[in-house]
């Protein structure tokens, strides 16, 4: 085994995992892949907002992750889960538990795939085991079931997608969305999503699908306040005022608008304050972070401002953690990752890898439940159209947990999840 080197690659969810299936058919036996996961299963965030209203759904969105779930039988590629990785080093890595004997593991190729930090439901907590989740999962579907006055912080995709989950649930509960913009989402004349990523801010959208999610949050009853902010406070706060806590506020409390105006909630979901996943780049080398992400090359080898960068040559990053261009989504991490694939293996063979040029065809699907929502899809030269059909006949009702979830589980130990109605 010491003659094999490694190919590592940190993080076993869309980007890490796809980049795996990618490699495993091509990869000549002089190399293995280690993949390295914090928590022993995966997470699949697109349903993880139905997940927190719908019983049964926390099975749905949780599949374990280990060397047979991912890998042929006999295969020299392992699963390194539950271990986090906390440090980078010029050619090697460093785990929080040994691996083979040590901490520190050699690699020819490092992959980072670390994604994104955001608290549940919306990503796994870092490190967590699947039953902790579940059981979170559970808590937070026993508690909206209870409530009666739902306060939604921020009307991007999520926000709405969890107002629209609720209803479908509780019909009689009032639901509000408060947004800090003049429309739902982050609507443009000109919507972009190939535009740069450097932080954690979603590219524009189109203006005609923010016209069709008012009007079906509307026909739901689901009231939205634009142009406003709630004053998030910390700490203490007086008799039968919000405290900036989320979840189940254990009774009514009182929220202050920025406007002046106040709203009433015994549950508050926020959906704002993605961060970037890149906290061991930045603690390695600063020059190699824009804006809050890992800056990668053509290539998608990181790159730096500084010469001596140890993360320069063999250290390259996909998905949710990098500054690819446009929307953070799943469909794009797997982009990333099957590029990915062929340019290491490029490298691996001696060859030159071609360069990644990501395609700008997207689909933007904003579900309001398993029967209702709006969508659109950008097309390359033809432009942004609204794709209704597409949410209800396409997404809705599964949200991609069969074929994108369940599907790259490729190991010689079969996985499944419960079927939606067994759920
Ligand atoms: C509510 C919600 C709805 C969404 N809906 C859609 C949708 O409909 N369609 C779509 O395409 N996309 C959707 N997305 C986006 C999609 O979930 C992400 O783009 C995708 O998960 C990115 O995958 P990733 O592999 O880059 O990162 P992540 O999924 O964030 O995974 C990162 C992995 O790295 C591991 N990790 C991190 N740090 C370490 C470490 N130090 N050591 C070891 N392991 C580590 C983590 O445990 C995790 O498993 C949604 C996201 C959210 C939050």
Not at 350 to 375: D, F, I, N
Request: net charge neutral.
């Amino acid at each position: 085994m010491s003659e094999t080197k490694n190919i590592i690659i940190i993080g076993a969810s869309a980007a890490g995992h796809t980049l795996a299936n990618s490699l495993l058919p091509h990869l000549p036996t002089t190399h293995r892949i280690l993949v390295i996961d914090a928590s022993d299963y995966a997470y699949w965030a697109p349903a993880g907002i139905r997940a927190a209203v719908k019983p049964g759904w926390e099975k749905r969105v949780t599949v374990p992750v280990s060397t047979e779930t991912f890998f042929p039988a006999g295969s020299a590629h392992q699963v390194i889960a539950p271990n986090k990785v906390v440090e980078l080093k010029k050619n090697s890595i460093v785990l929080e538990k040994p691996f083979e004997g040590s901490k520190e593991v050699q690699f020819a190729k490092c992959v980072l795939a670390t994604g994104a930090l955001q608290p549940a439901p919306m990503r796994a907590e870092l490190g967590s085991s699947m039953a902790d989740m579940q059981t979170v999962l559970r808590k937070m579907q026993t508690e909206i079931a209870q409530a009666k006055k739902v306060v939604v912080i921020g009307g991007g995709p999520v926000g709405v997608e969890f107002a629209g989950e609720v209803r479908e649930l509780l019909p009689s509960t009032s639901i509000t969305i408060v947004h800090n913009q003049s429309r739902i989402l982050n609507p443009s004349s000109n919507p972009n999503p190939a535009q740069k990523a450097e932080a954690w801010s979603a590219p524009s959208s189109y203006p005609k699908l923010s016209t069709a999610l008012e009007a079906e949050l509307k026909a739901l009853n689901i009231d939205v306040i634009l142009n406003d902010r709630v004053d998030i406070p910390s700490g203490e706060a007086s008799e039968g005022a919000w405290n900036g806590t989320s979840g189940s506020l254990g009774g009514v409390k009182t929220l202050k608008l920025q406007s002046g105006k106040t709203v009433e909630a015994d549950y508050v979901f926020v959906s704002v304050g993605n961060k970037s996943g890149a906290g061991l780049v930045e603690q390695a080398d600063k020059g190699a972070i824009d804006g809050s992400m890992v800056k990668v090359d053509e290539f998608l080898r990181v790159t730096s401002s500084s010469p001596d960068s140890i993360l320069s040559a063999d250290y390259y990053a996909i998905g949710d953690v990098c500054n690819t261009p446009g929307w953070k989504t799943s469909q794009t991490a797997v982009a990333d990752a099957q590029y990915a694939a062929t340019s290491i293996l490029a490298e691996v063979k001696g060859t030159k890898p071609k360069k990644y040029a990501r395609s700008p065809m997207h689909a933007l699907l904003v579900p309001l439940g398993t029967s209702r929502g709006a969508g659109s899809i950008t097309v390359p030269y033809l432009g942004t159209f609204m794709a209704p059909k597409m949410v209800v006949g396409f997404k809705a009702k599964d949200l991609f947990i069969g074929q994108a979830f369940v599907g790259i589980f490729k190991g010689a130990e079969k996985v499944s999840v419960p079927d939606v109605a067994a759920a």
